[in-house]
Structures are given as structure tokens and as C-alpha cells.
């Protein structure tokens, strides 16, 4: 049973994919459109600067190039494929391909921390991916290929470096804020020049224009970003991943409420089932007996992370 200090933690990280929920409304009606990369390089690299300068921490040794590839995967490669694969798949097909992420975390988890897939974790899965096609699918179009290979690699992308980011922790001192940084400062700056080479100039804004990017840039970014990566070092991987499927069901309330779409039955079935699977997936994996768990964040006298925190909070996506 969760406890009330883990409930709350959980609730703050399910914040970043609600905010993330809001993007495609707020790009569809105030950002000029087909502009995808320029929307990534103003959602990250603005984000991850303030940040820097609130946590004024650089990242040091090895850190470099960790935050490089961590910011490559979380942000730098994962914005521009999530972007190309939204513009090429028809309804919500790239929702539907992204929705697998959890399923790529179990394995990627078993892989590089040592967590042995369970079955109800794959269970759990299959039903969150099978509530969100039933939520956002579209039956007009045709499946492009390069579009659905853009969000598997997304997907991929993401739940890489969220399984990177468990695996490495952060160095002792470092708290969430400056990771973050770090991260979203390394993403922007990956596509910056792609974002040149491909879109040109950035294009000329109106007042709801600065004023989306700036929502985007700080709220849907600074601060969910924040509270994802928060989370990644205080719940599992598989946790956190298991609230992915809380973004497609915000964005389906979101045109429903106030870009006045409608909901079907059949939708309110895939988002009970998406929902239900969400909560399910916040069941901590069970310590061994005899095992002591300490918390993933707290370095050992080797300087390696030792463990991952099941143990609630007091040891924080």
C-alpha cells in the first residue's frame, strides 16, 4: 500500500505528462504552424538555461558527456522524432506507437538495472497502450512508415534515457533542478542547428504566440521536466514510465473541454483502461527478503549508485 508521502510524490511527477497533455492544444492554436523544430529549440534550450542559473551548477568529469547523452535521448532526439512522427501518422497514431514506452522500460530496465520483468508489468502495459488506441486512434489514413518508425524511436528514445537517468543517478551534491538543466540545455543546443539548417529563420511571433511559447518554455518544460526527473531518482523506472499515458488522455479532455471535440463511449472505455493500467503501474517492485534497499540517489563509498529507493519518501516524472 502506498503511503500518504509516496501518493503525493507520484501525484507531483503525474504533473509533467498532464502539462505535456497541453502541448498539441496550445501548438494548434496559438504557435505558427509547421515549425515543429523551432517549437523543440524554444520549449528546451530557454528552459534549461533558467534553470542553469537557478541551480548555478555545472556539470563536472564524466557528468559532461552523461548529461550530453542523457539530453540527447530525453530531449534532443526525442522532441524532433515525437514532432515528425505527429505530422506524418494520421489521428493519433504516434500516441498509440508512443504509448508503448512502458513496455520498452520493462525490458530496457531488465537490461541495465537489473530488474526482472514481471508479468503483471507487461500485463499492465499491454492494457495502458490498448486504452490509449481506444482513446486517441483514428481509422481515417494510411500507416506511414516513416512516421510510425519516428515514434518508435521517440518512444525509445525516451525510455532509454529515463532508465539512463535511473541507472546514474545524479553526482552527490547535485539536485534535480541543475540535472534537469543540464539535460534541456545539451537537448536544445542538439537542435539548434538542425532546427537552422531544416526551418530557416525563426518565424515572426504575435502576442499569442510569445505567449504559448512562454507556457511551453516554462510551465509544459521547466517545471515538468523538473518534477519528471525529480521522480526518475526517488520512484522505479517502470513507475514513472507507467504515468505516460496520463499525456494522450489529458490532451483527449483537453479538446474535449475546451476545443469543444467529442468523446465517444468507446473513448471512455480506452481512457478508464489507460488510467486503470496507470495505477496499477505505481505498485513498487517488492524487496528481497533479508535485502536492505537504500536509496537509488545516495552514492556508496565506491562512488556508484547502489540501489533504487522503494522505500518511500525521506530518501522523488
Known amino acids: 500500500m502506498l503511503s500518504a508521502g509516496r501518493t503525493t510524490l507520484i501525484a507531483l511527477t503525474a504533473l509533467a505528462p498532464v502539462s505535456w497533455g497541453t502541448t498539441y492544444a496550445v501548438t494548434t492554436e496559438f504557435l505558427p504552424p509547421d515549425r515543429p523544430l523551432f517549437t523543440g529549440l524554444a520549449r528546451a534550450l530557454p ?23 542523457l539530453g540527447a535521448l ?28 512502458p513496455l520498452f522500460v520493462v525490458g530496457l530496465s531488465a537490461l541495465l538495472l ?38 518508435l524511436a521517440s518512444a525509445a528514445s525516451m525510455s532509454t534515457g529515463t532508465v539512463l537517468t535511473k541507472r546514474w543517478g545524479r553526482p552527490e551534491g547535485v539536485g534535480p533542478l541543475a540535472l534537469t538543466g543540464w539535460q ?15 526551418e530557416g529563420a525563426p518565424p515572426a511571433l504575435d502576442g499569442a504566440a510569445v505567449g504559448g511559447y512562454l507556457y511551453l518554455a516554462l510551465a509544459n518544460t521547466a517545471v515538468a521536466y523538473w518534477l519528471w526527473f525529480r521522480g526518475i531518482g526517488r520512484l522505479s523506472a517502470t513507475q514513472v514510465t507507467f504515468l505516460g499515458p496520463l499525456s494522450p488522455l489529458t ?7 475546451a476545443l469543444g471535440e467529442t468523446l465517444t463511449p468507446v473513448q471512455l472505455v480506452g481512457m478508464a483502461l489507460a488510467f486503470g493500467a496507470t495505477v496499477a503501474g505505481q505498485r513498487a ?33
Not at 49 to 68: D, T
Not at 122 to 151: E, M, N, P, Q, R
Not at 287 to 310: C, E, I, Q, W, Y
Open 74 to 101: 530525453n530531449i534532443g532526439a526525442f522532441f524532433p522524432l515525437l514532432f515528425l512522427s505527429a505530422y506524418r501518422l494520421p489521428g493519433g497514431m504516434a500516441a498509440v506507437v508512443g504509448s508503448v514506452g
Open 184 to 198: 534541456l540545455t545539451a537537448g536544445g543546443l542538439l537542435i539548434a542547428p538542425v532546427a537552422l539548417l531544416v
Open 285 to 317: 517492485p517488492r524487496a528481497k527478503t533479508g535485502t536492505t534497499v537504500v536509496p537509488f540517489s545516495s552514492p556508496s563509498k565506491n562512488g556508484r549508485k547502489d540501489s533504487m529507493d522503494l522505500t518511500g519518501p525521506g530518501l522523488r516524472r
Open 114 to 151: 537489473g530488474q526482472r520483468p514481471t508479468t503483471r508489468a507487461v500485463l499492465t502495459g499491454v492494457v495502458a497502450a490498448f486504452g490509449v488506441s481506444l482513446v486517441v486512434l483514428k481509422a481515417a489514413g494510411g500507416l506511414d512508415a516513416l512516421g510510425a518508425l519516428a515514434a
Open 47 to 69: 528552459a534549461g538555461l533558467l534553470l542553469l542559473a537557478l541551480a548555478r551548477v555545472l556539470p563536472r568529469g564524466a557528468w559532461w558527456w552523461k548529461a550530453a547523452v
Open 251 to 257: 490532451a483527449a479532455v483537453v479538446g474535449w473541454a
